[in-house]
């Protein structure tokens, strides 16, 4: 009996494996909003309503898609970090930086899926949030261990964080930058979207005809938004 419920279990594991390697390349064809389970289940050659016991509709494909591209991408910024010497803060942010932009040019369907438009009609579950914060969490980490250290240095110049910042720096500390002050979180916050910024306008075309050299300027912004935040040079 067991046996046999293994090998039942053996089938369903490829079957979905099968059935998500196709909606990718539909993804990458059609775009999100085209996405069809209904298609997927012809290229398969399996009756549409069969599709349906693994997947019971569009949406939840597309939030197995959409939790697998997070879990890649936070596999890629956790093995780039943890490639690094510890007390190099400033290298395991690039490390960090450069892994996010060269999974997202390797797979820039599932980069836009990701962090493109919105995909009419869909609202991503919870079950979203822990892969999706993945990539956070060791970018915190990363500051909270210069912090910790003693090694932050933000440059001057800079104004505080508005009043009003102190209740949002609060949450944002308990997710991901335990113990640090609200005028350091809020350059984290706004380094983070830097980075996908500048991969997005890489990525979808902003730069072409503007940026020849696309990494080097890539690293160089990067290095001027771990500046910011204090992040040390080694």
């Known amino acids: 009996m067991n046996a046999s419920r293994t090998a039942r279990e053996r089938v369903r594991a490829e079957l979905i494996e099968e059935i998500t390697e196709i909606a990718r390349r539909h993804l990458a064809r059609d775009g999100a909003a085209g996405l069809s389970l209904r298609a997927v289940a012809r290229e398969m050659g399996m009756a549409s309503s069969a599709i349906y016991r693994y997947y019971p509709s569009r949406d939840d494909l597309l939030t197995a898609l959409i939790i697998d591209g997070y879990n890649a991408v936070g596999d890629a910024v956790e093995k780039a970090e943890a490639a690094c010497p510890r007390e190099d803060h400033l290298g395991r942010w690039l490390a960090v930086c450069h892994a996010v932009r060269d999974r997202a040019l390797a797979h820039p369907h599932e980069y836009a899926l990701l962090h493109g438009s919105p995909v009419p009609g869909y609202s991503a579950p919870q079950d979203t949030i822990g892969p999706a914060m993945r990539d956070a969490v060791v970018f915190g980490r990363i500051?909270?261990?210069?912090h910790r250290a003693g090694l932050l240095d933000p440059p001057g110049g800079y104004p505080p964080a508005p009043e009003s910042f102190g209740a949002d720096a609060e949450g944002i500390r308990q997710a991901v930058l335990p113990g640090l002050p609200d005028d350091i979180v809020a350059r984290a916050v706004t380094a983070w979207p830097g980075l996908y910024g500048a991969v997005s306008f890489e990525l979808f075309g902003q730069y072409n005809n503007v940026i020849t050299d696309l990494r080097a300027t890539f690293d160089?912004?990067?290095?001027?938004?771990?500046?910011?935040?204090?992040?040390?040079?080694r």
Not at 143 to 146: G, P, Q, R, V, Y
Not at 220 to 233: K, S
């Open 143 to 146: 500051i909270a261990d210069a």
């Open 220 to 233: 160089y912004a990067m290095r001027g938004l771990g500046r910011h935040i204090g992040l040390p040079e």
